[in-house]
């Protein structure tokens, strides 16, 4: 055997050599006669797919994870994302959970061989999304495409219900816990600049939204931002033959330095939860302060190209349509473009998120309960969700919402209370092992009677009585 069968030959034996994945000891529920899901996790991109994997393992194997794109275009990487190649080194572990033959190096050996490996820059792309799929059939992951959550509710005390929108219509299933793997954009969407309100469509899209390049061949083309979309589009229009490509970035300067990518290591990654909330407060406000560069690759990709061109301390104070066209202001200067995109990134906004409306406005936010420290205020941060250990929701007002519990969130929000766990790459497994292993503490716990019944009914002996005698029984006095 050789290839990927070699590969998933070998992984299936570490799985077995590990006693991996744990049978399910989760007591199964039904509720009016209706299938109860332990956990459904709403997303089947990166971090659905590792939070489901690392319950399996854990046992929690009564589970499906639904995903509103097709099969193989769950997330950013063949939808959106616009970079050639991955930021992320090639040897992160990433979703791998552990398991060598789960890493994308051993799938890229596995076709390529190690050499191919050894000079392998960065990850292509499309060759991530390939390697999700196959992480997503080797584990065989309970994932339904094509099927959207369009709401949460409360349908016992102990027990959610989600309507969903699939291939055979709308329906409900029941869950015990939901886990919200949904992206970057998490419990929002995209952000987009007050200045774009009124504005026709035709002259404008936020980086994240299908565009046609095509159709800007020839065209003037104006991006918002310096982040690595801002590069990725701007690249991507000059390649389809944008006749000019104006970059407006608000700040003086590009940020260069990677700050808390910079500072990674396991001592982050444990860490971080347990840090004094002020503490917590302070790196991600400083990191927020110096945001993340562009790649280097990314921004050569545009500067390669003379009608690329870079406007830095320019925030847009005044956007206006023009016959067919936008005119944009700022302090130094006016230009015309066909077409802008605004890579400005994403938001909270639960006006973006209408299947969380019955519990967005009961969750616990920090502005709660968290007075920043003078100086530090963001508003970004303060609209952050405030989590328990095992990402869950809290209540704004005891009681008020309590289903809250039940959901854990485990996308890009879960940042200021867990640190980078729950959306990039580098730490997504130990996020999905913390959710997993937080969701078997509260499921144990919550079937404690049933456990101890089980403990009582059981009786498989492991001494069958012959092994030993009694000496007072036979030993002469
Ligand atoms: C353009 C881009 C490039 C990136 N590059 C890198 C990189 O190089 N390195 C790195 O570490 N990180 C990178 N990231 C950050 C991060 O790794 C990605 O955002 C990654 O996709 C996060 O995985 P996820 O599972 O949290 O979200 P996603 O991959 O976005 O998956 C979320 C899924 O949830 C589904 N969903 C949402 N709401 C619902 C609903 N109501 N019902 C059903 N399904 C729903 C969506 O369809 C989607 O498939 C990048 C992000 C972007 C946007």
Request: net charge neutral; hydrophobic share 45%; no cysteine.
């Given at each position: 055997m050789t290839g990927l069968d070699a590969l998933e030959a070998r992984l299936k034996q570490d799985l077995s050599f590990l006693e991996l994945p744990a049978k399910n000891w989760v007591p199964r529920r039904t509720a009016e006669g209706r299938t109860v899901f332990d956990v459904v996790v709403v997303g089947g991109g990166m971090c659905g797919l590792t939070a489901s994997a690392a319950l399996i393992l854990l046992g929690i194997s009564n589970i499906i994870a639904f995903d509103a794109a097709p099969a193989g275009r769950e997330g950013p990487w063949v939808t959106f994302a616009r970079m050639r190649t991955l930021r992320s080194p090639k040897q992160l572990t990433g979703p791998a959970l552990g398991l060598p033959a789960l890493t994308f190096r051993a799938y890229y050996e596995a076709q390529f061989g190690a050499e191919a490996w050894q000079s392998l820059n960065k990850i292509p792309r499309g060759m991530w999304m390939d390697y999700l799929v196959w992480y997503r059939r080797v584990l065989d992951l309970p994932v339904q495409n094509g099927t959207r959550v369009m709401s949460i509710r409360s349908f016992a005390p102990d027990l959610l219900e989600l309507g969903i929108a699939g291939p055979d219509g709308a329906s409900s299933v029941l869950a015990r816990r939901v886990v919200l793997a949904t992206g970057r954009d998490g419990l929002g969407g995209p952000s987009v600049p007050a200045l774009t309100a009124g504005l026709d469509r035709r002259f404008w899209a936020h980086s994240a939204e299908p565009i046609d390049?095509?159709?800007?061949?020839?065209r003037a083309v104006g991006v918002v931002g310096a982040g690595a979309s801002a590069m990725d589009n701007a690249a991507t229009a000059l390649e389809a033959g944008a006749a000019s490509v104006d970059l407006f970035i608000r700040r003086a300067d590009i940020p260069r330095i990677n700050k808390f990518t910079g500072i990674g290591s396991p001592g982050v990654v444990h860490g971080f939860r347990t840090l004094p909330d002020e503490w917590k407060w302070r790196f991600l406000h400083y990191v927020l302060g110096q945001q993340t560069p562009p790649p280097r690759d990314s921004t050569l990709r545009v500067s390669g190209h003379p009608n690329g061109r870079f406007h830095v301390g320019s925030p847009i104070t005044r956007l206006v349509q023009d016959g067919d066209g936008l005119i944009v202001t700022t302090p130094k200067g006016r230009y015309r473009v066909d077409f802008m995109i605004f890579a400005t990134g994403f938001h909270l906004d639960p006006a973006l998120r209408p299947e969380f409306a019955a519990f967005l406005p009961h969750i616990r936010l920090w502005k709660d309960r968290f007075t920043a420290p003078a100086?530090?205020?963001s508003a970004e941060l303060e609209n952050f969700p405030d989590l328990g250990p095992a990402f869950e929701f809290q209540e704004k007002q005891p009681g008020a919402c309590p289903m809250l519990g039940r959901i854990h969130c485990f996308n890009h929000h879960a940042t200021l209370s867990h640190g980078k766990l729950a959306g990039d790459i580098p730490a997504v497994s130990e996020g999905a092992q913390r959710l997993a292993s937080g969701i078997a503490q509260l499921l144990f716990t919550e079937d404690q009677e049933t456990h101890y019944a089980r403990l009582q009914a059981f009786d498989t002996p492991e001494l069958l009585g012959d092994e030993w005698t009694d000496a007072d029984a036979t030993t002469p006095v």
């Open positions: 390049f095509t159709a800007l061949r020839g100086g530090l205020d």
